[in-house]
DNA sequence: CATCGGCATTTTGCAGACAGTAGCCAGCAG
DNA sequence: CTGCTGGCTACTGTCTGCAAAATGCCGATG
């Protein structure tokens, strides 16, 4: 009897490895956003299978992935590229996530439980304190789950989807200048929370508006120097 | 120099048939949109293979892109299924159609040149042409370009692709409903090329937003009956 | 010396083959 | 009759092999 004192929980469904496309595909999504493979550089699929260790099916259905989500571009009968961020599209990209991240406030403010607003105050908390310890890395990470957890409260799992790439890719324009601006974030943070607890949906979305308007005024004051 | 006088634009390249993938994605597109293949059918990549006379592998690679835009789960060591909306699914998708619309149309009225309007008013004209000739398809079709084309006045690529694909399935979703406002729909594009033409942002965005909440508003009545 | 044509290499695109696994049915013990 | 177990089947996931397309280079030529 080998089933015999598995303690609930914990164990919910056997560590299983997941597909392999996907284990390569976050791979090379991490390569990606760490700059380990630099815009416009040329993906070789029989490389990076080989330093995966793997063949060049999976490495391909990633490329696929990858390029229907707009990390790599894929020019036919030539291969896979890593897409060029350009300054117009960055501003693009930026505009939309102000939209969708506003759209998420509102309906956070609309229906958030007091469970829900408690968490936030939880993450903002610690995100102050990561701060305060300048551990960039950690207040990065926090930021992107307080981020989240908006959105998660939003309750529109599509928006959720939607804002959930469009962020990544934000993220991996602005990364030099989001590390910057840690501190007045948590403050815009912590009215953000008061306008969801108080049910104001309009100025919760124009706060939310305003915060990630923040960005892109740092990333162009940033451009002069 | 060969590359001297090429009228921008309008060299068609050579058509080449494209790689198979994608024209196996725009197949299997076709068939989910047209009911062919019906919610919560379970693809089988052999067959699909068989029946387009083409390897498993490009089935594959559609399936996959497929996967990640929304048209089907993608269980794993199980196979494809057909996405099954569900009603709270298709709210949530109208709700961002609703937003990203809005937002196409406010920027549109920023910057729509005269250019641009006329070509609005063309379409709209033909569309009331198709509705009084009772040309249902037709007046299908001309609304989706004229609102293809309010989202390429805006000028934001990376909102047009995001609603682009949102507009697809909304209209996968809803097309029973769609085909049955055909008038009232043009007497609304109309205001809201007033709108733009007249740069007033707010107005074009709040018509935008009442248009398309239109939709919902008659799916929800239909729903009753 | 510049340019054009052809060749070789590289890399993708596609097809077929093999292994692993989930689901199902029959058979059997209780 | 019911519950379990073993094997079977069909499908997916992965790997290898082959042919076509594009690129870049090199030599030939005006």
New interface residues.
């Given amino acids: 009897m080998l089933s015999q004192g598995l303690p609930q929980g914990a164990v919910p469904k056997l560590e299983r490895p997941?597909?392999l496309?996907d284990r390569v595909y976050e791979a090379l999504l991490e390569l990606i956003t760490t700059r380990a493979l630099q815009p416009g550089q040329h993906l070789v699929e029989s490389e990076l299978a080989g330093h995966l260790g793997v063949s060049r099916?999976p490495v391909?259905?990633a490329l696929?992935?990858l390029n229907?989500?707009?990390w790599v571009d894929l020019r036919?009968a030539q291969g896979a590229f890593v897409h060029e961020p350009t300054e117009e599209?960055a501003d693009?990209?930026l505009?939309?996530r102000t939209?969708?991240e506003a759209?998420a406030a509102r309906l956070a403010a609309a229906d958030a439980g007091s469970a829900g607003i408690a968490v936030l105050r939880e993450l903002c908390a610690e995100g102050e304190r990561a701060v305060d310890a300048d551990d960039v890395d950690a207040a990065v990470a926090m930021n992107a789950r307080f981020h989240a957890k908006v959105m998660e409260l939003a309750g529109?799992?599509?928006?959720a989807?939607?804002a959930a790439q469009?962020d990544r890719r934000v993220r991996w324009y602005y990364t030099p200048v989001a590390r910057q601006r840690g501190l007045t974030s948590w403050i815009e943070h912590r009215h953000l929370i008061d306008a969801i607890e108080a049910r104001d949906e309009l100025r919760a979305s124009l706060l939310m508006r305003e915060h990630t308007e923040h960005t892109r005024r740092s990333y162009h004051e940033r451009e002069k120097s």
């Fill in positions: 997941g597909p496309r099916q391909r259905e696929q992935r229907t989500e707009g036919p599209e693009q990209l505009t939309v939209l969708l759209e529109n799992a599509v928006l989807e939607l469009v």
